[in-house]
């Protein structure tokens, strides 16, 4: 069975929008990119005309791998997220213990996370770690240098 994939409608809709630039556009120009490398010559030692077809497996796979996520996705409505805890879509603010500082991060699946926008994955170490945890309470999160420990300060929902 495969597994579910939580995402906003926004992070569905950029998704949907991706699958169907790839099925359309993508294929059209990786078909064009082959039939050029084609009309070049001799198939066995044509590198254009490998790396063409390279890039129609990867972009098969990508589009196989789209299909398979947006089969199984359940779109989660912000205005319904729990603010009592950490939980999926929660906007979480934090204190690293150590250093004082403070953070706000969003929780949110994988394919919609960007650190730069301050979205981690809940199946980041950080987001397993906070996942549940009440406002006050202490997150311990194995790090590569360690184990880090942060206080949850604040939980809202997403505005």
């Given at each position: 069975?495969?597994?579910?994939?939580?995402?906003?409608?926004e992070?569905?809709?950029?998704?949907?929008?991706?699958?169907?630039?790839?099925?359309?556009?993508?294929?059209?120009?990786?078909a064009?990119?082959?039939a050029?490398?084609?009309?070049?010559?001799?198939?066995?030692?044509?590198?254009?005309?490998?790396?063409a077809?390279?890039?129609?497996?990867?972009?098969?796979m990508?589009?196989?791998?789209?299909?398979?996520?947006?089969?199984?996705?359940r779109?989660?409505?912000?205005?319904?997220v729990?603010?009592?805890?950490v939980?999926l879509?929660s906007n979480?603010?934090?204190?690293?213990?150590?250093?004082?500082?403070?953070m706000?991060?969003?929780?949110?699946?994988?394919?919609?996370?960007?650190?730069?926008?301050?979205r981690i994955?809940?199946?980041s170490p950080i987001?397993?770690?906070?996942?549940?945890?009440a406002?006050g309470?202490?997150?311990?999160?194995?790090?590569?240098?360690?184990?880090?420990?942060?206080?949850?300060?604040?939980?809202?929902?997403?505005?």
């Amino acid at each position: 069975m495969s597994q579910i994939t939580y995402l906003t409608q926004e992070g569905f809709d950029r998704l949907k929008a991706e699958l169907e630039e790839m099925k359309t556009t993508g294929r059209k120009e990786v078909a064009t990119a082959i039939a050029e490398a084609r009309e070049k010559g001799d198939l066995s030692e044509n590198a254009e005309y490998d790396a063409a077809k390279d890039a129609q497996g990867m972009l098969e796979m990508r589009i196989n791998e789209l299909e398979k996520t947006l089969a199984n996705v359940r779109i989660i409505d912000a205005s319904q997220v729990d603010t009592s805890k950490v939980v999926l879509l929660s906007n979480v603010t934090i204190e690293n213990l150590k250093t004082g500082k403070e953070m706000t991060y969003q929780l949110v699946s994988e394919s919609e996370a960007d650190l730069k926008e301050r979205r981690i994955s809940a199946n980041s170490p950080i987001g397993k770690g906070l996942l549940g945890k009440a406002v006050g309470e202490i997150a311990q999160v194995e790090t590569p240098s360690g184990l880090v420990e942060f206080r949850i300060k604040d939980i809202s929902a997403v505005s």
